[in-house]
């Protein structure tokens, strides 16, 4: 068998840029509750988690998509190396850098955690999911649980030796949770009988870890019908005695795996709860029916995380196309079409090429942007610490804004990125010597699961812009306005700032035509057109991002040598910003008149007309 081959490739001076040039983490660092971080802490984790995910992880990409997971006797398998690297995984702390310190974390950054979880999804994304979900679930029983059930499952869930799921689908019941049918049936000790199958269970049974401890949503006896009924239960595999070791099996079972497009090694489950009637379950915390709010912090976490999923894999998918790129001979330089004896080019000399890597480059790296913007926002709450006053308030409001474009835009432009980097490629991007081809299969589930891409939209729409009485989009708009303000007559950027205010201007628009919508009771026309508008306010916010790091670059430009690497790093960010305003945001203004045309050909189709076959 070949060895194994890393071709995870991430930009480790864009990360740094972002942290320390672009949004100045160093001014909250090395004091409360980041007394224990400088910059040289953050670099130097960046630099050992970048050695962990091309030494350890990333090998075993290609491995886990090859021979993917695999059911035995009701356990799932992982492939090989999994167990080992679960196991470096977690003691050398990479899965908990941004965990709260009493949770038994590394109480890191959020913008630093964010740059952690990009490098080690991009590495292998199947694989990081294991981790990623057992934090999240440990996070849930830390902020929602008892004392008891704190210190009985969060150690172990947080040292790896057991991991941990958020159950919510059924099978009639996806996006349309409130329709749950796992039951819960009260017993006279305080516990509860938990009845149901749950499908597309991420992680939901693996041999890396001892156990695994289900958070389930279930209805219990009598209890409200919809979301408002429901109820967060503790189910683990196997039931844990109160000294902690491992007890009776508990009537959890996994008839079967999901045969998966993509992260094939990523265990997707059908989970069975109390076929035999013995399956123990606790309720988080003292309180009924707080199911739902209890579990949108773990969705929440999972959507950005979802976000940063996309951009981890666009990212790599885009260096490796790169490197692809410069060093690919085909054809001749344009300028010599016409002369049969001109050397064979590098296709990075050629237009086309040029502008879909600008394309790629500008989208990831803007992306990345939005990324650790939000991620600032969480850290800069965390520093103000328990304080009310009306800048925390701002911070707060700018993430509730953002995480619906994170989580949406980030994996739409995923796809649309791996399906660049496959054209680089040609023909060769569309076999398996190559990455890009996995990169593109892996990244298609980013825009369906955690909450389809539509979903998103229609919580930016229907519920994030009218937050607060609409202060935080204002917020946001007036953010960016400022901008514009400043900048509007840089003599490098004027034109690319010019088409960031009409943009800006679009964006606005928009939002009042959607309120004209809300007040004259006309819902019908806002599932036709809010993937839209996510699409145009993620765009605004990436390119003036974007145009934020170019403005940074041109002065830095000043006093850097030509002869320096970050010479030709700041000219990047400048090309890179120009390029996506002028491309892109001059775009936008055309979606807001899409939007003004109030089209409603969808909804007055008749279903037979669809097709007559």
Not at 141 to 170: A, N, S
Not at 299 to 322: D, H, K
Not at 544 to 568: F, G, M, N, R, Y
């Amino acid at each position: 068998m070949a060895q194994p081959i890393n071709r995870y490739k991430a930009d480790l001076r864009d990360f740094r840029f972002l942290l320390f040039e672009h949004f100045k983490i160093q001014d909250i660092l090395a004091k409360p509750p980041y007394a224990d971080w400088g910059e040289d802490e953050c670099s130097m984790v960046l630099d050992e988690v970048y050695r962990f995910a091309t030494e350890v992880t990333g090998p075993l990409n290609p491995v886990g998509d090859a021979v993917g997971c695999r059911l035995e006797n009701g356990r799932v398998i992982t492939p090989e190396g999994f167990k080992e690297a679960w196991e470096q995984l977690w003691e050398a702390g990479w899965a908990s850098v941004g965990a709260p310190v009493e949770m038994g974390g590394q109480g890191a950054p959020s913008s630093l955690q964010a740059l952690v979880s990009e490098m080690l999804s991009g590495s292998n994304t199947a694989f990081n999911m294991y981790p990623g979900l057992s934090l999240g679930a440990a996070e849930v029983i830390h902020q929602f649980g008892t004392e008891r059930q704190k210190k009985l499952y969060v150690p172990k869930m947080m040292d790896g030796t057991f991991g941990g799921t958020m159950c919510l689908t059924e099978p009639h019941a996806g996006s349309d949770v409130g329709a749950s049918t796992t039951t819960a049936i009260k017993r006279e000790d305080g516990t509860y009988l938990i009845k149901g199958t749950k499908i597309f269970i991420s992680g939901g049974d693996h041999d890396m870890a001892e156990n695994i401890i289900h958070l389930v949503l279930a209805r219990i006896e009598g209890a409200a019908p919809g979301t408002k009924g429901l109820s967060l239960f503790i189910v683990p595999r196997i039931r844990v005695n109160e000294d902690g070791s491992l007890g009776e099996y508990n009537d959890v079972a996994v008839p079967s795996i999901e045969d998966k497009m993509g992260i094939k090694a990523s265990a997707t489950c059908v989970v069975q709860f109390g076929d035999d009637d013995a399956c123990i379950g606790e309720l988080v915390g003292e309180v009924e029916h707080r199911g739902m709010s209890q579990m949108f912090l773990l969705m929440n976490f999972a959507r950005i995380g979802v976000g940063i999923q996309g951009l981890s894999v666009a990212g790599s998918a885009y260096l490796n196309a790169l490197d692809y790129a410069k060093e690919r001979k085909q054809g001749s330089a344009i300028e010599d079409f016409k002369n049969p004896e001109a050397p064979r080019a590098e296709i990075i000399r050629h237009p086309n090429i040029r502008r879909d890597l600008l394309d790629m480059k500008a989208r990831v790296e803007g992306i990345r942007a939005l990324v650790i913007k939000l991620s600032t926002h969480q850290d800069r709450i965390e520093a103000l610490g328990s304080s009310n006053d009306e800048l925390k308030t701002y911070h707060e409001g700018q993430v509730n804004l953002l995480t619906p474009l994170v989580k949406a835009y980030a994996s739409d432009q995923a796809f649309r990125v791996c399906e660049t980097a496959i054209q680089t490629f040609g023909g060769h991007g569309y076999l398996k010597d190559h990455p890009v081809e996995q990169y593109a299969r892996d990244s298609k589930i980013f825009s369906i699961y955690e909450g389809t891409n539509a979903i998103q939209s229609m919580d930016l729409v229907g519920r994030k812009l009218g937050q607060a009485g609409g202060n935080n989009v204002r917020a946001f708009l007036g953010d960016i306005q400022k901008f514009i303000d400043a900048n509007k007559e840089h003599p490098a950027l004027k034109d690319s700032v010019a088409s960031l205010a009409r943009a800006h201007g679009a964006v606005g628009q928009s939002v009042m035509q959607f309120l004209g919508w809300f007040q004259g009771g006309k819902m019908g026309f806002i599932p036709l057109n809010s993937e839209r508008f996510l699409e145009m306010m993620s765009e605004l916010a990436v390119g003036w991002l974007l145009l934020e790091q170019a403005a940074i670059a041109i002065e830095k430009l000043e006093t850097v040598p030509e002869s320096h690497p970050d010479h030709a790093f700041y000219l990047g960010k400048k090309y890179a910003a120009i390029y996506f305003a002028l491309n892109v945001l001059s775009l936008v203004p055309s979606k807001a008149r899409i939007i003004a045309t109030a089209d409603n050909s969808p909804n007055e189709i008749p279903d037979e007309a669809f097709a007559t076959v």
